[in-house]
């Protein structure tokens, strides 16, 4: 499976901005699409993840109710809409897809097994 993040860009805090995370190759192997984020001196942190079947999504306390994930009909690319945008949003953001996964481990970046490059999302004031 290989993934293709876009989108990243400047944005100012309380505007918008859209990522997608494009997949081919065996993606009917994969169980959940996820969005982590990664800012300087950080761990990786959970954003959110959509499971293939059903599109139920889930989404990590520190984005609750400002991002949302969806994805195209195809299930091929994945989508993270971000409003209301923070200073603290800032961070390179990745997308991943996991293969057989739970629901418990899916905010792990370990149950992910392919990942795309990051993409560069800056908020300013």
């Known amino acids: 499976v290989q993934l293709q993040a876009s989108g990243g860009g400047l944005a100012q805090a309380g505007g918008s901005l859209r990522l997608s995370c494009a997949a081919s190759?065996?993606?009917?192997?994969?169980?959940?699409m996820g969005w982590f984020r990664q800012a300087p001196g950080k761990e990786r942190e959970f954003v959110g993840s959509?499971?293939?079947?059903?599109?139920?999504?889930y989404y990590g306390d520190s984005v609750k109710g400002r991002f949302t994930i969806s994805r195209d009909s195809a299930k091929t690319t994945v989508y993270l809409q971000m409003n209301s945008l923070k200073l603290e949003d800032t961070a390179v953001y990745y997308c991943?897809?996991?293969?057989?996964?739970?629901?418990?481990?899916?905010?792990?970046?370990?149950?992910?097994?392919?990942w795309g490059r990051g993409t560069l999302v800056t908020v300013s004031s």
């Open positions: 959509i499971r293939r079947n059903g599109g139920h999504t």
């Open positions: 190759g065996q993606t009917s192997s994969t169980n959940f």
């Open positions: 991943a897809a996991a293969t057989g996964a739970i629901l418990s481990t899916i905010s792990r970046p370990s149950a992910y097994a392919y």
